[in-house]
């Protein structure tokens, strides 16, 4: 699944680990269009966001899968990304 974006000329930031704080700023320099993770990641960025309002202007969906999420876990982070969620 990871090549079919590289076919069409996608670029693919893969982060060594997950940091949430580094997470919102890899997101403002590199300006991805989407992301996956699993709900964990999800709410660990609603935690963390303490308020801060990060540019995800890039983003036109995101992937949440490999676990359920509840449905507001799921509003909560469409609202903070301004993108739709894809379970």
Known sequence: MLELPLQVGAQLTILGGFYATRFFDTVERQRPT???AVPTIYALLLSKAEG???????????????????????????????APILE
């Open 34 to 36: 989407y992301f996956s």
């Open 52 to 82: 801060r309002r990060p540019d995800m202007s890039s983003l036109r969906f995101a992937v949440c899968g490999a676990a359920p999420a509840t449905r507001e876990l799921l509003a909560a982070a469409e609202e903070f990304l301004d």
